[in-house]
T-cell receptor
Framework: DTGVSQDPRHKITKRGQNVTFRCDPI?????LYWYRQTLGQGPEFLTY????????KSRLLSDRFSAERPKGSFSTLEIQRTEQGDSAMYLC????????????FGSGTRLTVV | SQQGEEDPQALSIQEGENATMNCSYK?????LQWYRQNSGRGLVHLIL?????REKHSGRLRVTLDTSKKSSSLLITASRAADTASYFC????????????FGQGTELSVKP
């Protein structure tokens, strides 16, 4: 297992289009997190899953955002009707509870909405 | 929402010098973690310190935690040009659902 994978690395889309990102976590990790990061800021929490259950969603996650983790393995984050303000780096991370070893992050998907 | 603040926002030093970054937070925590991020990349976990610990070492890294002041510091000794990156502290609290909440980060530049 080589870590957390995110696809695509970069996405340029026109305003109003829908986009979907994928995250493949470390296979032994049952928790998966999505964060959003804009330039010069720290990552902001969006949502997280324990296995297939979505346990928490941030108020940042408007109705245009939806995340799934159908079989408790990979996850997708979809943004509908993209806006320029959605331009950011979307980071995925995974962890196992109780290990105290921190999160493992993917390299992120950089979204640019033009 | 961000948990706290980091200080300084930017730090520039010469190779071989020590770098100290500070982090303050607002609520009681279970643990505090430090991460490094190279430009345009994901975050890499550096070290975790639990709320009942006061100091922890890992290689050239030394982390302290003062829960009475709700603050932590990260010291990088004998810095190298490869240490150039952004450094973030992040906290885990039961009252925040056990997820990581990040600070704004310190941008460290180590000049050769």
């Amino acid at each position: 297992d080589t870590g957390v994978s995110q696809d695509p690395r970069h996405k340029i889309t026109k305003r109003g289009q829908n986009v979907t990102f994928r995250c493949d976590p470390i296979s032994e990790h049952n928790r998966l997190y999505w964060y959003r990061q804009t330039l010069g800021q720290g990552p902001e929490f969006l949502t997280y899953f324990q296995n297939e259950a979505q346990l928490e969603k941030s108020r940042l996650l408007s109705d245009r955002f939806s995340a799934e983790r159908p079989k408790g393995s990979f996850s997708t984050l979809e943004i509908q009707r993209t806006e320029q303000g959605d331009s950011a780096m979307y980071l995925c991370a995974s962890s196992s509870p109780g290990q105290g070893s921190g999160y493992t992050f993917g390299s992120g998907t950089r979204l640019t909405v033009v | 929402s961000q948990q706290g603040e980091e200080d300084p926002q930017a730090l520039s030093i010469q190779e071989g010098e020590n770098a100290t970054m500070n982090c303050s937070y607002k609520t009681s925590i279970n643990n505090l973690q430090w991460y490094r991020q190279n430009s345009g990349r994901g975050l890499v976990h550096l070290i975790l310190i639990r709320s009942n610990e006061r100091e922890k070492h890992s290689g050239r890294l030394r982390v302290t935690l003062d829960t009475s002041k709700k603050s932590s510091s990260l010291l990088i000794t004998a810095s190298r040009a490869a240490d150039t990156a952004s450094y973030f502290c992040a906290t885990v609290s039961d009252n925040q659902g056990g997820k990581l909440i990040f600070g704004q980060g310190t941008e460290l530049s180590v000049k050769p």
